[in-house]
T-cell receptor, first 106, second 113 residues
Framework: DAKTTQPNSMESNEEEPVHLPCNHS???????IHWYRQLPSQGPEYVIH???SNVNNRMASLAIAEDRKSSTLILHRATLRDAAVYYC???????FGAGTRLTVKP | EPEVTQTPSHQVTQMGQEVILRCVPI?????FYWYRQILGQKVEFLVS????????KSEIFDDQFSVERPDGSNFTLKIRSTKLEDSAMYFC???????????FGAGSRLTVL
């Protein structure tokens, strides 16, 4: 089983920020936290990753708790194309949980 | 941008037949993975491969499955005697190191009749 837990689903309105949480209470000191997303009928694609510090890229931001037992993927302005299943995984596990299905409403 | 390519995109086979799914990872990547996704379900880890040997496998990856890197570019998943429940999307992924970001292929859809 995956070492991460996420809510099954979340909804957002278009153009609004979305915060997708992930719990990883058994994370080890050397685990990176990776986020991927799977658009309908596609393979998973990389979104962002981090170790301890918060990270930003063109797709999203990643906020990592100080104890590293949880993290939050932030989409600053959700678009309809962001509707997908979002997964967080740990590098020494590489197993996907059920992920969070994000629905974006126009 | 470099990509992972998988063939075939869709294969239909009869139960009990052998199937080989092929993947061409990104050329400078050293770690290779197979995952599967049954329709409507989550992505499941099957196996990871490094330095010409399996580094980890899941309980799904039983004796019916095998992986091989027959040459410097291809990475294959073989299912010896397919079962109905093997029908799924199979994704190959590769990464430069064991802790790096995974790049996934578009997948091979296997339908077992």
């Amino acid at each position: 089983d995956a070492k991460t837990t996420q809510p099954n689903s979340m909804e957002s309105n278009e153009e609004e920020p979305v915060h997708l949480p992930c719990n990883h209470s058994t994370i080890s000191g050397t685990d990176y936290i990776h986020w991927y997303r799977q658009l309908p009928s596609q393979g998973p694609e990389y979104v962002i990753h981090g170790l301890t510090s918060n990270v930003n890229n063109r797709m999203a931001s990643l906020a990592i708790a100080e104890d590293r037992k949880s993290s939050t993927l932030i989409l600053h302005r959700a678009t309809l194309r962001d509707a997908a299943v979002y997964y967080c995984i740990l590098t020494h596990d590489m197993r996907f949980g059920a992920g969070t299905r994000l629905t974006v409403k126009p | 941008e470099p990509e992972v390519t998988q063939t075939p995109s869709h294969q239909v086979t009869q139960m009990g037949q052998e199937v080989i799914l092929r993947c061409v990872p990104i050329s400078n990547h050293l770690y290779f993975y197979w995952y599967r996704q049954i329709l409507g379900q989550k992505v499941e880890f099957l196996v990871s491969f490094y330095n010409n040997e399996i580094s980890e496998k899941s309980e799904i990856f039983d004796d019916q499955f095998s992986v091989e890197r027959p040459d410097g570019s291809n990475f294959t998943l073989k299912i010896r005697s397919t079962k109905l429940e093997d029908s799924a999307m199979y994704f190959c992924a590769s990464s430069p190191t064991g802790i790096s970001v995974l790049t996934f292929g578009a997948g091979s859809r296997l339908t077992v009749l």
